[in-house]
């Protein structure tokens, strides 16, 4: 069951001091319930691995909701990821300074 608003925030692990946080909202918009997620201090040098990661996870939750079931699960989600992490690595190249 949805209750909309709700938040989790939860530190998912800590390296070299710095911790990394994931954070997911639910937000009401109408008879809809948006989810937000959010990943902070995570390495720039891995930032396309964790986009791609999540974009697979956040299509197999909407497929899931959807109900339709994956019949390749758990290998489609390596599959789906190799597909996604190109286009995520090309978005993430670029010197993220200002």
Known sequence: MCV???QLRVTTWEEEGTEHV?????????DRTILVIEA?????????AYGAGWQTHAEDLA???AGEERADW???WQ???????P????MTVAPLER
Do not use: F, H, K
Request: no cysteine.
């Open 4 to 6: 909309p608003p709700e």
């Open 22 to 30: 994931v954070s997911a909202e639910l937000l009401a918009d109408g």
């Open 40 to 48: 902070s201090e995570l390495p720039r040098d891995m930032l396309y």
């Open 63 to 65: 497929a899931n909701l």
């Open 74 to 76: 758990p290998a489609g």
């Open 79 to 85: 599959t789906r990821w190799d597909e996604l992490a």
């Open 87 to 90: 286009s995520y690595r090309e």
